[in-house]
Each structure stands twice: as structure tokens, then as C-alpha cells.
């Protein structure tokens, strides 16, 4: 097994120093991008004047400010250069992909979409564009779009199976063997790649995490790091793997009973922590919306478990998914979720934990993998602590959309439960990396595919090639 460093744990960041223009943004400086741009450059990003807008931030910083806008104006300028490639589609373009499944599709139809917030969009250079993969979104809701072809039907029963299962015996249980890949094949043999890639970390869903195999040179995080990693640095090597299995544990506890027993306390996590209920700008931020929604929610309900529940009924069955932009894209979520009623596994992770917070209950990120027998992919979900139950979980988007499929009982397993089909990598939102990113990293705000460096630039997700490939899984 070619392990040979590990590393101690990693402090948090801060933003400190003189301000300038030649300072490069920092992973640290979106946590300050609620403090706004000033208008008029709000304005010239608003209208899609893109290269205007980062060159009045870079004005701005050259001639001086405080250093919690310089932070903002550093992010929006990194940002503002990345937009580009998420909302790559012109209006014309995206009508002309529509029509070649469904001829008859008209602007009009299309222009509705957009109004009724179906198709996520922003101006590039004074014109409308599209996600990348807006039509993707458009077929999770086929009635909406009746031209396209919908989502291929899903092979549920195995999953469904386990479920039923997992509520019959109390809990289920899976060994899982993974293998991660990350490669950046464009790196110049003169330059210096850093990698990173998500491990398992030791959390109350999951222990015996064993290494098997990784590339010579790999430096593994404590298990405890709040994202933990395998890390390499390289002037030569361009391609890293690792291999690695656990064994993940999902208990069951009917949380809709009416009295959740103490003997029915799941898992030894510690108590909470007053982090646990705090604000976490920008995202996690207790707004005047929020807090108005949270108290129409909880409005009459005393018992911290049936405020929660209260929460996760709201949020699954009145937002619905749609595929987003990557997030370092997205302001204040939480509220824009709740406004909009869209969002994604992360969006509807934070939602909950923001409104959980807001109403009283501690409530924590969690994220890394689903793994299914025929996929494995990023997905996030939240948890929540009741004085009755100790720390529960709440997977909200399986939850909305187990209420489109007309699941009941699907719907309901997710609050209070997983399911054993799941790696867990982060345990906090916006968490450092081991050791600290050098450059911006593709996301810097969760880490579930890795992330990577050439000679302290951060990569995009198109200058990296990332896989995740299930070895086995087996019940035990």
C-alpha cells in the first residue's frame, strides 16, 4: 500500500493582508460574496457585460478598499471568467437542440419555459445563454415538455428491495470497494500537478475504511478531517488513483411515530456545537425571508423533532429539481432556493439545514458518493439533531423526488434515514482540503470528485478527468 505521509489537521483560512491588484483569489474569499459588488459594476454584470465588469473590479482593487470587498471583488472576478463556460448555450442554440426532437417547439414555447423558471439562464456578452445540459433538467419533468424524450424509466426494484429490508430488520449493511481516478493530461512535463481525492471518513454511517491501493506518493488525511483526502504532489506523474474500502451501516428509526423513544437514539456522534445552529455566510445566512418562512413553518410546534419534520415536508414537497450551475455560480442559496423553489442535492441540503438552524435544530452537511449497483455519483444531504433521537439524517432531494414519483413511503424513509448506499467524504460545508488548495479549487465549497493544481492554478472541471468506478459491493 503506497501511504506515506499523513497529514495533521487543517486550519481554517483567513482573509487578512494588504489588498491589491496582484492578489489572486482565494478559496477563503467566497465566503464573502453576500457583501455585494458595488452597483454599477452589479449593473455591467447583470446586463451580461462580462470583461467590463471584471475590469472595474480590478480598477476598484487597484486603487484600494476594505479588505471584505476586495475579498467579494476577487471572487465575483474569478467567477464572472468562469460563467461562460456553465452557461454556454445561446438562446437560438438551445432552441434549435429542442427542435431537432421536437419540430414544432416554438420561441414562444420557449420564452415560457424561461418565464415559468424552467430553464436557468444569464446574460454573456449582452445575450441570454443557457446550462450546458438545460435539456437534461427540462426531461426530469416530462409532462412540462411533452416533445422531448423523458429520462430513461429507472430499474428501482433493487433499491426498493433494500429499503424495505433496511425498515423490516432496523438497519442495513454494505461492504463497498471503490476505485478513484484523477488525471490532468495537459500538465507540461516542467510543471508541478497537486491532486486530490475524496476517502471515506470515519463518521457514524461508516468505519473499517481500509486503503487497498494508490498511487506511490499519496499523503492520506486523518479520517476526522472534515474533507477528507488522499493527496499527491508530482512534477512527473499526471494520472492518480486510489482504491479503497468500508463498510457503511444505515440504521432505520421510524421518525413520523409519535414518540420516538430515547432507547431509539441512533449512532454515538458527539453533542452539538453552537456551529450547529450559526449562520455560515454567504449561503448558510439567516436572511429576513428565511426567518419568516421558518416561523410560518414551525408556527404551534415545541418539539425540536416535529419542527424538523415540519421543514423537510416543506422543502420536498413544494421545490422541485432542476440541474444547476456548478455553485461558485450561485448567490445566497438558501434563500434563492426558497424563493425559487429549484434546486439540486446540495441546494436542498442547505435549505433544510439553513431553516432547521433558523427554527432551533442543529443541522449539519454531509456529503460524497451514492453508490448504487449501476452508478455511482456525487450527491449531498443534510443531518439534524433532536434531544429525543441524537443526530438523524434528512435527504431531501430523495425526498422531493420520491414525492414526484407518488412514493409515499419513500418520501417518508428520508427523513430521519439514509440507506447504505452512500460514501461519506464531508461532514461540513465549505471545508479546507489536506493540505490547503493552492490555487482556486473547481469547488470551493464541497470536494466530491477531487480537485487539482498546476503550478498553483486551480484546474476547471474541463482540464481534469474524474472517475469513480464501484469494484464491489457486497450485503453483510
Known sequence: MA???????????????PVGCTDEVSNDDFRYLDIGLPPEIARLKAAGHLTEARDACTRLLEAGCERELAACLRAERHRMGRLAEDFCVPRASAIAQIRREWPDFTEQAFDDLIARGRIDWRYVDGELCVLGNFLDSLRVYPAEVPGLAPEPPLDTATRDRMLASMRAEGAAEREITLRAILEVPAALPCETVRAWLPLPAACALQGDIEILDATPGARIAPATAPARTAFWESDTLRSFTVTYRYRARAPYVDAWAGDVRQTERIGSDPEPTPEDLAEFRPHIAFTPYLRALAASLVEGIDRPLDRARAIYDYVTRHVDYRYQPAYAQLDAIADACAKSRRADCGIFALTFITLCRIAGVPARWESGLYVASDHVGPHDWARFYTPETGWLWADCSFGSSARRAGDEARRRHHFGNLDPWRMVANRA???????????VRWDPYDNQMGEASVDGRGLDACEMRRSIALVEMRAV
Open 3 to 17: 501511504v506515506e505521509t499523513v497529514y495533521p489537521e487543517a486550519g481554517e483560512l483567513v482573509c487578512e493582508g
Open 429 to 439: 460545508f465549505q471545508a479546507e482540503l489536506t493540505p490547503p488548495a493552492d490555487g
